[in-house]
């Protein structure tokens, strides 16, 4: 009965790793070296050391001078609004998937709507083969953000899945 829903969705966008055995070892970098993980340099520094230790314990080892792989990341905050329905459901049954239009109610609570603001949060991971200098991966997740402790969360979220799609395609 309880399930609880991510705020985070992940995306494969791209796939073209040939075979997993070519990479040993990876390099963690900003895809903007000037401009800090959505601007806090306490996110960046958190982003940094978790993609570097998801990638340690996939068995790769750190490597700044020749990597395989360069794990180039980049976070993107962009301003949004949606529409909100605060219109309370009268039905007893609601969630039982019973709907009955007699239990709505009318006159001038017939419905409201209200505009919230909000941030979308992505984080952009490309994972560049330095042999054929080329992107053979990339996954990106996006999240909605509507307080400023939500950042934190939903970038460590955000690295989880991330690593996780990422395991998930080099395993097979």
Not at 71 to 88: A, C, I, M, W
Not at 155 to 163: A, G, P, Q
């Amino acid at each position: 009965m309880l399930a609880s829903c991510s705020p985070v969705r992940v995306f494969l966008e791209k796939n073209e790793v040939a075979e997993v055995a070519d990479y040993k070892t990876f390099y963690v970098i900003n895809q903007y070296y000037d401009k800090d993980a959505f601007e806090s340099p306490v996110l960046e520094d958190n982003l940094q050391n978790s993609l570097t230790e998801g990638m340690k314990g996939f068995g790769f080892e750190q490597d700044m001078e020749m990597p395989d792989l360069i794990v180039r990341y980049n976070t993107n905050l962009t301003d949004r609004q949606k529409e909100v329905n605060s219109t309370p459901m009268m039905n007893p049954y609601m969630g039982m998937g019973w709907y009955n239009p007699w239990m709505m109610p009318w006159g001038s609570n017939m419905g409201s709507f209200r505009v919230e603001n909000y941030d979308m949060g992505e984080l952009v991971v490309d994972f560049i083969d330095t042999k054929q200098d080329k992107v053979v991966m990339r996954i990106s997740a996006v999240g909605e953000i509507n307080k400023p402790q939500q950042k934190s969360r939903n970038l460590k979220t955000s690295v989880e899945k991330i690593l996780k799609t990422f395991s998930k395609k080099i395993a097979s």
